[in-house]
């Protein structure tokens, strides 16, 4: 039998384990979990670890994009963009119906991932855990690492000259809970990502004013008359915030919504990924470390529909754990991962860490690991119509695009139920 260890059992974690459950007559799973339950960062003011998620929050992509593909949402759900708690409840019942609990060891904290031996290139790997209710420290031997904890635990804070002198507070959106901390303040929000925006719609009723400072120029839509466009912060300099076009405002507070960073602290030396410009290098597939083959990563993807990838990225280690496909050389997968980056970073002009986010590449990239694996998904043709409807209007005017709703006809259509008025002006 194959000793694995999982960890993380947040949506990756547990699709991670579903994969390997099938074959669970060859492999000896073990999954550890710092919290006492699933669930990862939709597990809102969790006792055992702080959690990036806020009571309010709503999924961004609709029910039939969010779940695992073998474990739909149920269709008498109304609503399409589900509340957090929904998503969390899923993934309690994904959980339960597939089993998975029984390989999790709850309250244990990985320590420390390191390369036990190599013999002609095979590794195998000693895993160092503590066991958080005795305070106990073991070791588990294993032939497979997967690493799926998640990339919302490390703030990305940006520097801004003058930073100390602001006598305003500073907050990033990691700490945001609800709206009453801002009731009549007036709020610099940095950052237009899905995070910046959600949290724009949640606070600009009871803020006295927000200036959104961003630089996408996809992101248009009219603002309520207490907020404004601003572009990027230049500097700070004691009550004032000065953008890049010169304008001086003062704030409450500058909330920031300025994302996160890879991290991963309990992989030793030997076997830490370098992180180059938040891009996790050297990775085939966005899944199997190059130089060490049998450390896997689940969930390194941003953005498109997280929950199917997972699947598929999960369903691909498996079949190279137990054998069922090759194993690729090391020089054919640094070569694909050299073409990868060059075709969706350098040619386009874009940041290292576009190459984790996969909103328009995440076709191209579920279909490489669908044919790799062997395993085809049910409804890729729907979600991707209903991806790029959502994504479309979310750019078009994103305060209000959580409202609509699809209702699903088959695999390959689905119908329009609501959405805002806003949406069907030219
Ligand atoms: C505010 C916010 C809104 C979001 N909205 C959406 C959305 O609408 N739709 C969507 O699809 N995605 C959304 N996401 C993205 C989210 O990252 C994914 O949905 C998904 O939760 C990622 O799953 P994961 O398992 O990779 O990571 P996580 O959910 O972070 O789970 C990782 C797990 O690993 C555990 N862990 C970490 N380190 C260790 C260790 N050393 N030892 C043991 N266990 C460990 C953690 O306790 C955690 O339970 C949102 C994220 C945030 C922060």
């Given at each position: 039998?194959?000793?694995?260890?999982?960890?993380?059992?947040?949506p990756?974690?547990?699709?991670?384990?579903?994969?390997?459950?099938?074959?669970?007559?060859?492999?000896?799973?073990?999954?550890y979990?710092?919290?006492?339950?699933?669930?990862?960062?939709?597990?809102?003011?969790d006792?055992?670890?702080?959690?990036?998620?806020?009571?309010?929050?709503?999924?961004?992509?609709?029910?039939?994009?969010?779940?695992?593909?073998?474990f739909p949402?149920?269709?008498?759900?109304?609503?399409?963009?589900?509340?957090?708690?929904?998503?969390?409840?899923?993934l309690?019942?994904?959980?339960?119906?597939?089993?998975?609990?029984?390989?999790?060891k709850?309250?244990?904290?990985?320590?420390?991932?390191?390369?036990?031996?190599s013999?002609?290139?095979v590794?195998?790997?000693?895993?160092?855990?503590?066991?958080?209710?005795?305070?106990?420290?073991?070791?588990?031997?294993?032939?497979?690492?997967?690493?799926?904890?998640?990339?919302?635990?490390?703030?990305?804070?940006?520097?801004?000259?003058?930073?100390?002198?602001?006598?305003?507070?500073?907050?990033?959106?990691?700490?945001?809970?609800?709206?009453?901390?801002?009731?009549?303040?007036?709020?610099?929000?940095?950052?237009?990502?899905?995070?910046?925006?959600?949290?724009?719609?949640?606070?600009h009723?009871?803020?006295?004013?927000?200036?959104?400072?961003?630089?996408?120029?996809?992101?248009?839509?009219?603002?309520?008359?207490?907020?404004?466009?601003?572009?990027?912060?230049?500097?700070?300099?004691?009550?004032?915030?000065?953008?890049?076009?010169?304008?001086?405002?003062?704030?409450?507070?500058?909330?920031?919504a300025?994302?996160?960073?890879y991290?991963?602290?309990?992989?030793?030396?030997?076997?830490?990924?370098v992180?180059?410009?938040?891009?996790?290098?050297n990775?085939?597939?966005?899944?199997?470390?190059?130089?060490?083959?049998s450390?896997?990563?689940?969930?390194?993807?941003?953005?498109?529909?997280?929950?199917?990838?997972?699947?598929?990225?999960?369903?691909?280690?498996?079949?190279?754990?137990?054998?069922?496909?090759?194993?690729?050389?090391?020089?054919?997968?640094?070569?694909?991962?050299?073409?990868?980056?060059?075709?969706?970073?350098?040619?386009?002009?874009?940041?290292?860490?576009?190459?984790?986010?996969?909103c328009?590449?995440?076709?191209?990239?579920?279909?490489?690991?669908?044919?790799?694996?062997?395993?085809?998904?049910?409804?890729?043709?729907?979600?991707?119509?209903?991806?790029?409807?959502?994504?479309?209007?979310?750019?078009?005017?994103?305060?209000?695009?959580?409202k609509?709703?699809y209702?699903?006809?088959?695999?390959?259509?689905?119908?329009?139920?609501?959405?805002?008025?806003?949406?069907?002006?030219?």
């Open positions: 039998m194959k000793e694995v260890v999982v960890i993380g059992a947040g990756a974690g547990l699709s991670t384990i579903k994969s390997l459950s099938e074959y669970k007559d060859e492999l000896n799973i073990t999954a979990e710092i919290s006492d339950r699933i669930g990862g960062v939709w597990v809102n003011r006792p055992y670890k702080h959690t990036a998620t806020f009571d309010s929050l709503r999924a961004n992509n609709t029910k039939e994009m969010l779940g695992h593909p073998d949402l149920p269709s008498d759900i109304q609503e399409s963009f589900i509340p957090r708690s929904m998503v969390l409840d899923y309690e019942n994904f959980a339960n119906h597939f089993q998975l609990k029984q390989f999790i709850f309250r244990h904290t990985v320590l420390n991932v390191d390369i036990l031996s013999v002609n290139g590794e195998k790997w000693n895993v160092m855990v503590r066991n958080e209710e005795t305070g106990a420290v073991t070791n588990k031997k294993c032939d497979a690492v997967l690493v799926a904890t998640g990339h919302e635990t490390e703030m990305h804070i940006p520097e801004f000259e003058g930073m100390k002198t602001f006598t305003g507070e500073i907050i990033h959106t990691r700490y945001f809970q609800d709206s009453t901390y801002y009731i009549g303040k007036t709020v610099v929000l940095v950052g237009a990502g899905f995070s910046g925006l959600d949290i724009f719609t949640e606070i009723a009871v803020a006295k004013k927000i200036y959104l400072s961003h630089h996408d120029e996809r992101i248009k839509a009219t603002l309520p008359e207490n907020a404004e466009y601003v572009p990027d912060v230049a500097r700070l300099d004691g009550d004032d915030i000065i953008f890049t076009d010169g304008r001086v405002v003062q704030a409450d507070i500058i909330l920031l300025t994302g996160y960073r991290d991963f602290p309990f992989l030793s030396e030997n076997c830490r990924p992180v180059k410009d938040d891009h996790v290098t990775i085939y597939r966005m899944m199997v470390d190059i130089e060490h083959p450390l896997y990563y689940i969930g390194l993807n941003k953005l498109g529909m997280p929950f199917r990838e997972f699947s598929m990225q999960a369903d691909l280690a498996t079949a190279f754990i137990t054998g069922r496909i090759p194993a690729v050389s090391k020089e054919e997968m640094q070569k694909e991962y050299e073409e990868r980056y060059k075709k969706y970073v350098t040619d386009p002009g874009l940041r290292p860490k576009d190459f984790h986010i996969v328009l590449t995440q076709f191209e990239y579920a279909d490489t690991i669908m044919e790799q694996s062997g395993r085809q998904k049910p409804g890729r043709v729907v979600s991707e119509k209903i991806y790029r409807r959502v994504m479309g209007n979310a750019l078009k005017n994103f305060l209000k695009f959580k609509s709703i209702r699903l006809v088959d695999e390959e259509n689905f119908e329009v139920v609501y959405e805002d008025p806003v949406y069907s002006k030219p």
